[in-house]
């Protein structure tokens, strides 16, 4: 399908950002981020109550109120500044905001794999962070009425948190809601150091020149009670046995599991494994924070096999499930004592470090995983109803995107993979048992 913009500008605040607010300073923790853009995509079926609604008219509505949100969340209007310690110019030139028309019908996006480089075609974003928006808004409307609204922003500036928060507060403007809504909070910098921390450089795990297929695997509300069931039926090795196993973790270790196959087969050696698994520390560390506190607060919790995993052998769900679960446990009791802002830093720092140094060796089989359930993320209605799909904006690296499936009451996976690994992964007996 023919993607084709029609405009393009910035949108600037309201109001004009206080000059007090305008040198907004990145803590260590924003310092770990790369410069890189990350990004969500949701999809709107045109209004059976509400038809033919005229496109302008809801662009406008957009734009007005993402011209007031912007006055609530000043950093993301403004400029990141390298120098000088790494920090972000608020000064208000606004984040991009484009209208695009797309030649067919929605239900080619909502059914079936997805097309990656479709997608990317609705998520346009800028290859460098520095004086660009740091925020870049698409919304694509379909000859049939749907709309996909693609949301990119740069991972300096917030988590998955902060940008859920973002994107709430702007449907709810827009449908004239934005006084009820609590207001966000920057104030992370005067309680977190601003100093840049040990941690040798590192990126996402690019690909080379294959290929890159981005696939979507349904696991129904029915699928993840049965993997839980089964993880629990086999949990009295795990030191979080008395606690139920969460959907992610099932999935996780699920995916995983197929995943070290497939690593096996390629190399036939044996080989240890690190998963790795994003983890929001708002209300599981000690440390007074403010109420809706936007920017980055979040930890890669990793786990390293201590056996390598034999050529000929296979791990056992059950076994995955439980590294998933105690990795995940232990990383809560650790950060749960944390009281001061530069030791959470250092900790942070020192772990990333930690996994970093062990990737870079290239001796084990690495997955990550990044879980966006449970951000309300079906509950963006702009004044037209809630999504019927949520996923990520395609990568450009390899990506396992845990989002939840408002229609089955499960989670979708989105994963992007090369073409080899994509094969075997939907031929793997297990994950087709669970899957839809």
Not at 27 to 45: A, C, E, H, N, W
Not at 201 to 223: D, H, T, V, W, Y
Not at 273 to 281: D, G, Q, S, T
Not at 392 to 416: R, V
């Amino acid at each position: 399908m023919n993607v084709e913009v029609q405009w393009r500008k910035l949108v600037k605040p309201s109001a004009p950002t206080q000059h007090d607010r305008r040198k907004w300073r990145l803590t260590s923790l924003d310092r770990l981020q790369k410069p890189i853009y990350i990004g969500v995509i949701f999809s709107y079926r045109d209004n059976a109550e509400n038809p033919g609604v005229d496109i302008s008219q809801r662009l406008h509505q957009m734009e007005e109120s993402l011209s007031k949100t912007l006055t609530l969340f000043y950093p993301m209007a403004g400029r990141y500044i390298e120098d000088d310690g790494c920090f972000v110019d608020c000064n208000d030139l606004g984040v991009e905001f484009i209208h695009a028309k797309v030649d067919g019908q929605m239900d080619k996006l909502l059914h079936g794999d997805p097309d990656r480089d479709f997608l990317i075609r609705l998520s346009e974003y800028p290859t460098n962070v520095v004086g660009n928006p740091l925020v870049v808004i698409q919304v694509n409307a379909f000859d049939c009425g749907g709309l996909a609204i693609s949301v990119r922003f740069t991972h300096k500036i917030g988590d998955m948190y902060t940008m859920a928060k973002f994107i709430n507060l702007w449907a709810s403007a827009c449908r004239g809601n934005v006084d009820t809504i609590a207001c966000p909070s920057f104030e992370l910098s005067s309680l977190l150091p601003a100093k840049e921390l040990a941690v040798p450089n590192s990126g996402p795990q690019r690909n080379g020149n294959k290929e890159l297929i981005m696939s979507r695997f349904r696991f129904s509300a029915n699928a993840l009670s049965k993997l839980k069931a089964l993880a629990r039926d086999n949990a009295k090795d795990s030191m979080a046995n008395d606690s139920q196993h969460s959907r992610v973790e099932v999935i996780s270790a699920l995916i995983g599991k197929a995943f070290l196959n497939i690593c096996r087969n390629k190399h036939g050696e044996k080989r240890t494994f690190v998963v790795c698994i994003p983890v929001n520390l708002r209300e599981k560390i000690n440390l007074a924070i403010p109420a809706n506190s936007c920017g980055n607060l979040v930890v890669d919790v990793w786990a390293r096999s201590g056996q390598p995993m034999a050529g000929k052998s296979k791990l056992e769900f059950n076994g995955m499930a439980n590294v998933m679960r105690d990795m995940i446990a232990y990383a809560k009791t650790k950060y749960a004592t944390v009281v001061d802002g530069e030791e959470l830093c250092s900790m942070v720092g020192d772990s990333l470090a930690e996994y970093v140094k062990i990737a870079a060796r290239g001796k084990d089989s690495l997955f990550g995983f990044t879980s966006w359930c449970r951000f309300g993320l079906y509950e963006n209605d702009f004044g037209w109803g809630r999504p019927v799909l949520v996923s990520n904006a395609p990568s450009n690296f390899k990506s396992i995107y845990l989002i939840d499936d408002e229609e089955s009451g499960g989670i979708n996976a989105w994963i992007t993979m090369d073409e080899a690994e994509t094969i075997l992964l939907k031929q793997d007996t297990e994950i087709l048992k669970f899957t839809s």
